[in-house]
């Protein structure tokens, strides 16, 4: 299957720092990126979906001017988590798919935030 | 009600056994369907996808499509240890929202 980079895999930030977390499709032009939030042993809650060149869709729920969404190019997709508080620590998941929408995406490895 | 529900487990097979996962859908016009293994502290990955109903075999895994009882499922032959995790059962819906809608997953032990 295609390849998705997501960086850092973990990451350790002081509340009220901002966090950026890449994702990067390696093989493929990911037309649309998801990002999605899990907490322990819980499903996958989808916060945004966002398409190369134009304003993510956030899901309700979820603060757009606390969780930033860039999808500045077909390859690279970031969110960055500003003023990080310790409710945030959470594993952050995104994924990328390529073509129409019944095909299947592809995850990155996942970032676990831990605000302390 | 949830769009996408699974038993939570977790659900406990002895090797060599056939695991059965079980996944209901609640909007009739879905027309794709994934499952996904979550191994702990790991993303997701993709086992299989099937889009027509019947089954659809890979391996030792086999996929269980019926529409018209909005029901999938997830058959693992001759299950091993390396088996255990969480599966995730994810629906394409209808209509013009086209993300995966996921249940809670299903966390499936294999006994050595």
């Known amino acids: 299957g295609a390849v998705v980079s997501q960086h850092p895999s973990r990451v350790i930030c002081k509340s009220g720092t901002s966090v950026k977390i890449e994702c990067r499709s390696l093989d493929f032009q990911a037309t649309t990126m998801f990002w999605y939030r899990q907490f322990p042993k819980q499903s996958l809650m989808l916060m945004a979906t966002?398409?190369?060149?134009?304003?993510?869709?956030?899901e309700q729920g979820v603060e757009k001017d606390k969780f930033l969404i860039n999808h500045a190019s077909l390859t690279l997709s970031t969110l960055t988590v500003t003023s990080a508080h310790p409710e945030d620590s959470s594993f952050y998941i995104c994924?990328?798919?390529?073509?129409?929408?019944?095909?299947?995406?592809?995850f990155g490895q996942g970032t676990r935030l831990t605000v302390v | 009600q949830k769009e996408v529900e699974q038993n939570s487990g977790p659900l406990s097979v002895p090797e060599g056994a056939i695991a059965s996962l079980n996944c209901t859908y609640s909007?009739?016009?879905?027309?794709?369907f994934f499952w996904y293994r979550q191994y702990s502290g790991k993303s997701p990955e993709l086992i299989m996808f099937i889009y027509s109903n019947g089954d659809k075999e890979d391996g030792r895994f086999t996929a269980q499509l019926n529409k018209a009882s909005q029901y999938v499922s997830l058959l693992i032959r001759d299950s091993q240890p390396s088996d255990s995790a969480t599966y995730l059962c994810a629906v394409l819906p209808s209509g013009s929202a086209r993300q995966l809608t996921f249940g809670s997953g299903t966390q499936l032990t294999v006994l050595p």
């Open positions: 994924s990328a798919r390529e073509g129409q929408p019944n095909t299947e995406a592809f």
């Open positions: 966002s398409n190369e060149g134009s304003k993510a869709t956030y």
């Open positions: 909007d009739r016009g879905s027309q794709s």
